[in-house]
């Protein structure tokens, strides 16, 4: 069993940096795909970033050269680092992580004021 917890969100201006961290536990972390989702009032969930097992990564095109997403396998927790946001970025962001099935974050909430 995977547990993944998230954290690092909050209220922040347009403009401004946000880093999210996600913890995993119970689990051989370097081995799980990671991948970061968000979730707008009303809108689906969206892929954010991933990072794989071996430190490949990709991004929606909406938060690249924006968003870098990073994993420390020796602390079992990854990152995302927010810079320039926007208030379109604003939702319940979930850590995600996938080995053959999938395993989810409780969320973070970040918004983005105009």
């Known amino acids: 069993q995977v547990q993944l917890v998230e954290s690092g969100g909050g209220v922040v201006q347009a403009g401004g940096s946000l880093r999210l961290s996600c913890a995993a536990s119970?689990?051989?972390?370097?081995?799980?795909?990671m991948r970061w989702y968000r979730q707008a009032p009303g809108k689906e969930r969206e892929l954010v970033a991933a990072i794989s097992s071996t430190l490949i990564t990709n991004y929606a095109d909406s938060v690249k050269g924006r968003f870098t997403i990073s994993r420390d396998n020796a602390k079992k927790t990854m990152y995302l680092q927010m810079n320039s946001l926007k208030p379109e970025d604003t939702g319940v962001y979930y850590c995600n992580a996938e080995r053959a099935r999938d395993y989810w974050g409780q969320g973070t909430q970040v918004t983005v004021s105009s």
């Open positions: 119970g689990t051989i972390f370097s081995l799980y795909a």
